[in-house]
């Protein structure tokens, strides 16, 4: 009887156990997926998570971004960077291209932005016309990051003829230095009307627009967006209140299409940079019919600049050629006076 009692106890101790040791298991497997979940827990805490090390990591790396400002982090590579200059930083620009429209001033971005020295802004940015309200901190996030030595330039040829823009470059640095691409302005009101007939092809022919009632031979129209922005000398005079002409760069954009490394040579030294794009950085396409680049920061193979550069331009009758002459002429020789030199339009 005894030995009876004895054997069942033992049997309900068996299972009593085992049903424990199952419970353990059970318990442990469900447990040990979840630890890590306790992790946040103690990172939410800022003491302890400064001072727990997450060892559950092989390696523990912080990724600081250079092209954002930190200014409080002191890890030594960090400060290598900064004190080699070697940190990239988005920097307000210190040229500007600021004509004129159909100049030729992509050519001269694109060409100046082969230097090592010079970051460009790639699209217009528009913010001395249209995006002032915007502060200079949003202009300053538009344009490349640079690293020290190297140049900020940014192109949007409606600055020239903007009415605020001189007093407002003025008031973000009054160094700033000005290039402005000049062209003669016969066939610069031609290249104006070519881009605008192409976006709106129900335009009028140039030949009327040039005068006023549209009636061929009568009055040059002056209030004609192509034909007032040929002026220079107008809208130079504005500039002239705000910066000293030792501040301007005029390219000529004929000699940029017929010989781009001389004018190259001298928006490099008018910039303070070394003579760095050369002729060497030239070949002539003859199908496109002006000179384009070897390379670029963009590009490893030959280019040239896009279809809406270079465009065949609508016939215009030699008389009416002639009564433009003959309008800028005067216009011509006061912006030959105030910039010193001759641009050789005719
Ligand atoms: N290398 C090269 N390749 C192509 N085009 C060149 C080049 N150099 C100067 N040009 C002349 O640039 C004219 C366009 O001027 P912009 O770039 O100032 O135009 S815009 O105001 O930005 O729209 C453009 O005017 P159109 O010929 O009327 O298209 C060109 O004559």
């Known amino acids: 009887m005894e030995i009876f009692i004895s054997k069942k ?125 915007k502060g200079f901190q949003w202009y300053r996030e538009k344009m490349p990051a640079t690293l020290e030595g190297q140049l900020t330039i940014e192109k949007t040829p409606s600055y020239f003829i903007t009415k605020e823009a001189p007093r407002r470059v003025h008031l973000m640095n009054p160094s700033t230095k000005l290039l402005v691409v000049v062209r003669d302005p016969v066939t610069r009101a031609i290249s104006d009307y070519t881009q605008a007939i192409s976006k709106k092809p129900e335009m009028k022919p140039f030949e009327k627009l040039v005068f006023v009632n549209g009636s061929i031979g009568s009055i040059i129209d002056t209030s004609w967006g192509p034909i007032k922005l040929g002026i220079y000398s107008r809208y130079l005079t504005r500039w002239l209140k705000f910066f000293p002409l030792s501040q301007l760069l005029f390219v000529s954009g004929e000699r940029l299409v017929v010989d781009p490394a001389i004018e190259l040579k001298r928006v490099q030294d008018f910039l303070g940079l070394k003579r760095v794009v050369t002729e060497k950085h030239f070949y002539f396409n003859t199908t496109k019919g002006f000179p384009c680049l070897f390379k670029s920061e963009g590009h490893s193979a030959p280019h040239c600049l896009g279809k809406t550069k270079g465009r065949n331009h609508p016939y215009v009758s030699p008389s009416v050629l002639q009564r433009l002459r003959d309008f800028y002429r005067p216009f011509n020789n006061h912006f030959y006076q105030m910039t010193g030199i001759n641009f050789g339009w005719t």
């Not at 447990?31 to 103690?42: A, G, L, S, Y």
């Not at 990239?88 to 932005?113: D, H, Y």
Request: aromatic share 12%; with cysteine.
């Open 9 to 133: 106890s033992i049997l309900v101790l068996f299972s009593l156990a085992s049903i424990l040791i199952y419970i353990f298991f059970v318990y442990n497997s469900c447990v040990v997926p979840n630890f890590p979940k306790t992790i946040p827990k103690w990172r939410a805490h800022p003491a302890v998570a400064q001072e727990i090390p997450l060892v559950h990591y092989s390696s523990s790396v912080r990724v600081v971004s250079l092209l954002e400002g930190n200014e409080t982090d002191m890890s030594p590579k960090y400060k290598f960077l900064k004190e080699q200059g070697l940190r990239p930083e988005k920097q307000l620009p210190s040229a500007l291209i600021i004509g004129v429209k159909k100049g030729g001033t992509r050519a001269l971005l694109e060409f100046i932005r082969v230097h090592p020295d010079v970051r460009a802004a790639g699209s217009e940015v528009h913010f001395f016309d249209r995006n002032y309200a």
